[in-house]
C-alpha cells in the first residue's frame, strides 16, 4: 500500500477497495486498475468516433488492430533481447534496417537522377523547348536535396560558452564518458525535453535544454540525461539516421506534390487522376520506410539509455526514467501556473498596481514550486503512470520505447557506476550560470502559456 500523506479515502466504484483520493492527482484503483488512464482512455473514445464519423469498414479496424499487435510483439522481444544482451553490441544491421537504408538512398537517387536530367535538358536543348523542361527538373531536385535542419528559430535563450563555461565543461566531460565530442552550442526552453540534434552541412551539434525537465532532476540525473542525449552520437545511430531523416524529408515534399486539389475543377480532375498513383507509391514507402527504422530506432532509445547509466550510473538514470513519467504532472503544474498567473495579473492590473513586477516575482519563484510540487509527488502516482504506460503499450508511431520497459531494462543488466560525478558545488554554479535563462524561460511561460 502506497503511504497516505494528506487526501481522504473513499471507495473504487468499479470494486469497492478502499483508494486513496489526493485531489492534485488522479484517483485510481490499484486494485482493478480502475481509472488508471483516463487520459489514454478519452484518446481511444476520441478515435472511434472519429472513424464512426467518417464511417470506416470494419476492416480498417482490423488493420489497425494488427498493427499494433505486430508492434506489441517485437516490442516485447527487443525488450527481451536488450535486457539479456548485456553490454553486449552496440548498434547493429539488422535485415530491416539495411533495407530501410537502401530504400533511403533510392530516394536520394532518384533526386539525383531528376538533377542529371535537368542539367541534360538544359545542356542539349539550351535554344529549344527543352530548356522549360530541364528548369523545372532542376527546380524539383532543389526542393527534394537532403536537407539537415538548419539553425532552429525556435525561441531559446542561447548560452555561448563564454556565458556558461561550468555547463559546457559539465557536457564536454559527459561526452567523452560516452565516446563522442561535445556541443557547438546551447540553447535553454520551456519543453519538457532536451534533445542534441545537428544541424547544417558542417554537422554543428546544438544541445536544447528544456527547463521545465532539468529543474525538476537530481544533479545525478542531470548528468543521465546528458548522456542519454549524447549517447546517441557515441552509439552512431544518429549517423545513419540523417540519411532516413532526409530521405523521409524529400518523400513528404513528394507526397505535397501529388496531394489532390481540393474543389477541382474539370481541369483540376484529370491533374488529381493522374495524380492519385504516384500519391499512393508515395505513401506506401513512407509507411514501409517509418516501419523499417522504427526496431532501429527504438533500438538506439535502449542503448543510449545505457550510455546514460553509464555517465551517470545505473541509478540515477532509472531514477530520470521515474521523472520522465512525471512530464503530464509538470505540464498539468505550469498550465495551473499560467492561468493563477492570469488572474493575478487582471487584479494587479484592476489596481493599478505594477502588474509586471508581478508577472517578474511569479518567474522568480516558479522553477522552486514546480520542483517543490513535483518532489510532494507520491509513489501512487508514479505508479498510475507506469501501469498507464503499460497499457498503452508500444505504440505503432512512437519512436521511445514505454518508459516502464527502458526502466526495467536499465535495471536488468549489471549496475554500472557513475563516470561523470557532479557534486553541489559544481551544480550550483550550474544553475548560478543559467540564472538570466530561468528567469527568461520563466517570464515567457508565464507570458505566453505551454503552447
Ligand atoms: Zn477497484
Ligand atoms: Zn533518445
Known amino acids: 500500500m502506497p503511504t497516505v500523506v494528506g487526501g481522504t479515502t473513499q471507495p473504487c466504484p468499479e470494486c469497492g477497495a478502499r483508494i486513496h483520493a489526493d485531489d492534485r492527482f488522479t484517483v485510481w ?139 559546457y565543461a559539465l557536457v564536454d566531460e559527459v561526452a567523452r564518458a560516452v565516446g563522442t565530442r561535445g556541443v557547438d552550442r546551447i540553447t535553454v526552453g520551456k519543453e519538457i525535453n532536451a534533445s542534441v540534434v545537428s544541424q547544417g552541412v558542417r554537422g554543428r551539434r546544438a544541445l536544447s535544454l528544456g527547463l521545465p525537465l ?86 538506439g532509445e535502449y542503448l543510449a539509455d545505457r550510455e546514460a547509466a553509464r555517465a551517470g550510473s545505473t541509478e540515477a538514470a532509472a531514477a530520470l526514467m521515474d521523472q520522465l513519467l512525471m512530464t503530464e504532472s509538470i505540464d498539468v503544474f505550469l498550465r495551473r501556473e499560467v492561468s493563477n498567473a492570469a488572474l493575478t495579473g487582471a487584479r494587479s492590473a484592476r489596481r493599478a498596481a505594477g502588474a509586471s513586477a508581478d508577472t517578474q516575482d511569479a518567474g522568480g519563484g516558479l522553477w522552486t514550486r514546480l520542483a517543490a510540487h513535483i518532489a510532494s509527488v507520491p509513489e501512487h502516482e508514479y505508479e498510475r503512470q507506469r501501469r498507464a504506460g503499460a497499457r498503452r503499450g508500444h505504440s505503432v508511431d512512437a519512436t521511445h520505447p514505454p518508459t516502464h520497459l527502458r526502466r526495467a531494462c536499465l535495471l536488468a543488466g549489471p549496475p554500472s557506476r557513475a563516470a561523470v560525478l557532479l557534486d553541489d558545488d559544481r551544480s550550483g554554479r550550474i544553475t548560478a550560470e543559467l540564472a538570466g535563462a530561468r528567469a527568461e524561460v520563466a517570464r515567457r511561460i508565464v507570458r505566453d502559456g505551454m503552447g
Not at 139 to 161: I, K, Y
Request: charge should be positive; charged fraction near 25%.
Open 29 to 167: 484503483c490499484a486494485a482493478c486498475d480502475w481509472n488508471v488512464d483516463p487520459k489514454g482512455h478519452q484518446q481511444e473514445r476520441e478515435k472511434e468516433e472519429e472513424r464512426g464519423r467518417r464511417g470506416k469498414r470494419a476492416g480498417r479496424d482490423r488493420l489497425e488492430e494488427a498493427r499494433r499487435a505486430l508492434a506489441r510483439r517485437y516490442g516485447e522481444r527487443l525488450h527481451t533481447e536488450m535486457a539479456q544482451e548485456g553490454a553486449g553490441p552496440r548498434a547493429r544491421w539488422d535485415g530491416a534496417t539495411t533495407l530501410g537504408y537502401a530504400i533511403a538512398l533510392a530516394v536520394h537517387g532518384v533526386t539525383a537522377a531528376l538533377l542529371a536530367a535537368g542539367v541534360f535538358c538544359l545542356v542539349w536543348g539550351w535554344g529549344g523547348g527543352l530548356v522549360l523542361l530541364g528548369a523545372v527538373l532542376l527546380a524539383m531536385a532543389v526542393a527534394l536535396r537532403p536537407r539537415l535542419p538548419g539553425p532552429s528559430d525556435d525561441d531559446g535563450t542561447v548560452l555561448r560558452r563564454a556565458d556558461a563555461p561550468e555547463l
Open 214 to 299: 532539468w529543474e525538476v532532476l537530481s544533479p545525478q540525473q542531470r548528468v543521465a540525461l546528458l548522456g542519454h542525449e549524447l549517447g546517441h552520437y557515441g552509439n552512431g545511430d544518429t549517423r545513419r539516421g540523417v540519411v532516413v531523416a532526409t530521405a523521409l524529408r524529400s518523400l513528404t515534399v513528394w507526397r505535397y506534390y501529388f496531394t489532390p486539389i481540393a474543389r477541382p475543377t474539370v481541369g483540376e480532375m484529370l491533374v488529381n487522376a493522374v495524380c492519385a498513383v504516384p500519391l499512393l507509391l508515395v505513401q506506401g514507402v513512407l509507411s514501409l520506410l517509418d516501419h523499417l527504422t522504427l526496431r532501429a530506432t527504438q533500438r
